[in-house]
């Protein structure tokens, strides 16, 4: 990207990225190295694996569902890694997500539905971020050596935690 919005933005269903290296999106928290957005028809049912997405804003924003975001690496985006913003039935799976400015993955704004495991998040500001979702599933996480807090939930219900190693938070 050239640092003036997202380097990649999708508004259709059924599109897959997969292996590349995304940088230098907006540093905004509203802008993403890729951004899926909910639209009247789109935003859904996409994949993105096995990508690096470094030097964003955020590394992947997205506000779509059921979306699959897997085995990625997500560094050194000046906002956060991965930030779920209102979807729901989205899978945040097997990414090494660190050293992020903020959170390295936060869902939140009504996001519902959402399972998030087997990631390695670490060396953020925060690890996970909870905020305003309900039907989160964690589970088989590492989430070390972050700055604030591992886990931040806020304002939010029925989340399950299970089989998460959660160390030097």
Not at 10 to 15: F, G, R
Not at 60 to 79: A, D, F, H
Not at 92 to 102: A, E, F, L
Not at 104 to 126: E, F, K, Q, V
């Amino acid at each position: 990207g050239n640092g003036v919005e997202n380097t990649v933005f999708i508004t259709d269903n059924n599109i897959s990225i997969s292996k590349f290296t995304i940088r230098n999106s907006n540093e905004s928290y509203r802008y993403a190295g890729i951004r899926i957005t909910h639209k009247e028809y789109g935003g859904n049912e996409n994949t993105i694996m096995n990508n690096i997405l470094v030097d964003n804003g955020n590394g992947i924003y997205i506000t779509g569902c059921r979306n699959t975001v897997y085995n990625n690496i997500v560094i050194s985006n000046k906002e956060g890694g991965i930030f779920i913003r209102g979807g729901n039935g989205n899978a945040v799976d097997g990414n090494n997500i660190s050293s992020n400015g903020k959170n390295g993955l936060i869902i939140a704004a009504g996001a519902s539905n959402n399972t998030i495991t087997r990631n390695t998040i670490m060396n953020n500001l925060n690890g996970l971020r909870i905020e305003n979702a309900k039907n989160t599933s964690v589970i088989l996480n590492t989430i070390v050596d972050n700055e604030l807090h591992g886990i931040d939930q806020t304002r939010s219900c029925n989340t399950t935690f299970c089989e998460n190693s959660i160390v030097d938070n």
